[in-house]
């Protein structure tokens, strides 16, 4: 204990800001990073058992996640550590890019799976998001920052384009801040598919996908497709959307953390009408933040049906992030790293058929609210 209490000691006085400059101790990286691990095997680990109304695999204590992995792992399927220790200030390379100021965010430091450096906390009120080559999301931030659509009001903050260590990094709003310290998080995968269409063009039917489809359900495959052994893409990727909640009702549920848990459950294998109406009564402790949720997600779709941007383009892969401590709840869309133009206006009801770019979001949408709408309504019922 008392060496656990001595080492701590050593890290708070090395994450607190300098309270002239407002910048972290200039101890080197790699030493913090060190004794930081050791302090953190120092500690007595807990395990938080997996809810039982829940059989889904869950992250172990071990890996801790919070918003920073949730924001990342469904989207670009990029999961980053919370580097606190990433100084703008020093690596920014944006001529008259002022840096953070105040305290750091200070999360623990993370990494999941192998992708260092995709999300950081910028500082107390935003995130750095790394982007991807082929990444769409700048642009979207970037024009419904500086437009008058409304649907720059249901997505974080945009506060500009930054560059570290040859990579560009949105910032955006951190959507923890202002929460608890141990908000119960969301993420629902929104749309009847999540892939573009000129990601399933190629008609070439391919074993490597055939063996993914057998290993999930050795039935699935039609007799030909035994015979061939080989799918094509687009069968195998209408296949992997039955899997989940998507095909039946244009939105899944990724993940959820419930408050004070070090746990991130993956719920995404949730298919019916039923078992997704039940996540969602778990997740929501009482029949007040329930209501509450339904007049943001009410609120998100008139402003989506009055946005020219949103009719003009296919959301793909998007999330619905909702985050709620014990008196507030809020919900934001999420992850545009596939949102691009269509050549037609969309209804985004229109069932998806080749070429006519539909991707299901206000199905999607609109399905939400009518399960949370019985959820909320069995409660009230049962009182």
């Known amino acids: 204990m008392m060496k656990e209490t001595a080492i701590n000691s050593v890290l708070n006085t090395m994450a607190a800001p300098d309270p002239n400059s407002g910048e972290i101790n200039s101890m080197s990286s790699d030493l913090f990073q060190c004794i930081k691990a050791n302090a953190s095997s120092a500690k007595k680990k807990t395990t938080n058992g997996t809810p039982s109304w829940l059989k889904f695999k869950s992250k172990s204590a071990d890996q801790k996640m919070d918003l920073v992995q949730v924001l990342a792992i469904n989207a670009l399927e990029l999961t980053a550590p919370a580097a606190f220790f990433l100084r703008p200030s020093i690596t920014c390379s944006i001529p008259n890019s002022p840096p953070p100021t105040d305290s750091f965010n200070r999360r623990p430091f993370i990494q999941v799976s192998g992708h260092p450096g995709s999300l950081a906390p910028a500082g107390p009120h935003t995130l750095w998001k790394k982007q991807t080559d082929t990444s769409t999301e700048i642009e979207v931030y970037e024009y419904l920052s500086t437009s008058e659509d409304p649907m720059r009001n249901v997505i974080p903050k945009y506060h500009g384009k930054r560059l570290w260590n040859e990579d560009i990094f949105l910032e955006l709003e951190d959507l923890l801040d202002g929460f608890g310290p141990s908000p119960a998080i969301m993420d629902i995968k929104m749309g009847s598919r999540t892939f573009l269409e000129n990601e399933v063009t190629n008609i070439k039917a391919r074993n490597d996908l055939y063996q993914k489809m057998v290993k999930v359900d050795p039935q699935a495959p039609t007799p030909e497709e035994h015979d061939a052994g ?12 039955e899997q989940s909640s998507t095909s039946l009702l244009s939105f899944r549920i990724e993940a959820i953390q419930f408050p ?35 007049e943001r997600l009410k609120f998100i779709k008139s402003t989506l049906e009055k946005s020219k941007f949103f009719m003009h383009h296919e959301i793909i892969g998007s999330s619905l992030l909702i985050i ?60």
């Open 230 to 241: 080989a799918v094509t893409k687009l069968r195998y990727m209408k296949f992997r959307e």
């Open 260 to 294: 004070y848990s070090n746990n991130i459950i993956d719920v995404k294998t949730a298919k019916s009408e039923c078992h997704v109406g039940e996540i969602l009564d778990k997740f929501l402790p009482c029949s007040e933040m329930k209501s509450m949720l339904l």
């Open 324 to 383: 709620h401590d014990a008196t507030k709840i809020s919900a934001h869309l999420i992850d545009f790293a596939k949102s691009v133009k269509s050549p037609t206006n969309l209804s985004h009801f229109v069932q998806w058929e080749m070429g006519n770019h539909e991707d299901g979001y206000l199905h999607g949408l609109s399905n939400l609210i009518r399960v949370n709408t019985s959820v909320k309504k069995n409660m009230l019922d049962w009182k």
